[in-house]
Every structure is written in C-alpha cells, then in structure tokens.
C-alpha cells in the first residue's frame, strides 16, 4: 500500500517562510496529479496547489504569488514553499496524490491517497 508521509510544518511569525515535503512510500509505478490541502478550524478543507505530471500548476487565488509547489518524480516527492506566511495560512496541510501501485508484480488500478497531516501555524 502507498503511504505519504508530510514533514516541515511548524510555527513561524508573519512574514516568515516554511517549506513543506511529501514523500510517496511503497511499491508505485507512477504517480499523476499531486497537489496540497489545507483544512483549518470550522473550514472546509480547500485544495492550495495542485500539479500535474507534465508540470502543470495551479493555486487558489489567496496564495499566489507566495507559494510555490514543485515535484521531483524520481523521489516521488511533492513540495511546498512557502512564503510571506500570514495568520490565515494557518491549518493542517495535506498532501494528496493520484497513484498507480505495484503489487503482486502486477500494475494495478489507480487511486487517490492522502497523507496524515501537517500542522502550520502562523502567529506572533
């Protein structure tokens, strides 16, 4: 079974800078569309930034600008930088990824998977 596993969430002031990694463990064949999540207290979770295998990106309005998503398909890893932090980025951010598994020494049907959750919390 595919696991993602988030790491670099924390506490930071305003204006400070955190840089979020996700990294696809287990037997996978390919990975397609990636993207971070973000949900905070009371809020519906919201898709933050999403890109595609050929390198197609998209970010909800409030963040572009600051944030920037990247991946390294070879590591099966997603990023995400984050800059000029403000009290309302603060939530848990999720990585989310569409993948293709191996099992059996077989390609089997692709799904989409979650990770476990960052906190981020952006105060003075």
């Known amino acids: 079974q595919v696991q993602l596993v988030e790491s670099g969430g924390g506490l930071v002031q305003p204006g400070g800078s955190l840089r979020l990694s996700c990294v696809a463990s287990?037997?996978?064949?390919?990975?397609?569309?990636m993207g971070w999540y973000r949900q905070a207290p009371g809020k519906q979770r919201e898709l933050v930034a999403l890109?595609?295998?050929?390198?197609?990106?998209s970010y909800v309005d409030s963040v572009k600008g600051r944030f920037t998503i990247s991946r390294d398909n070879a590591k099966g890893t997603v990023f995400l930088q984050m800059n000029s932090l403000k009290p309302e980025d603060t939530a848990v951010y999720f990585c989310?990824?569409?993948?293709?598994?191996?099992?059996?020494?077989?390609?089997?049907?692709?799904?989409?998977?979650w990770g476990q959750g960052t906190q981020v919390t952006v105060s003075s």
């Open positions: 989310n990824a569409v993948v293709t598994p191996v099992s059996g020494g077989r390609i089997r049907a692709k799904y989409n998977t």
């Open positions: 287990g037997s996978i064949f390919s990975m397609d569309d």
């Open positions: 890109i595609t295998t050929d390198d197609r990106i």
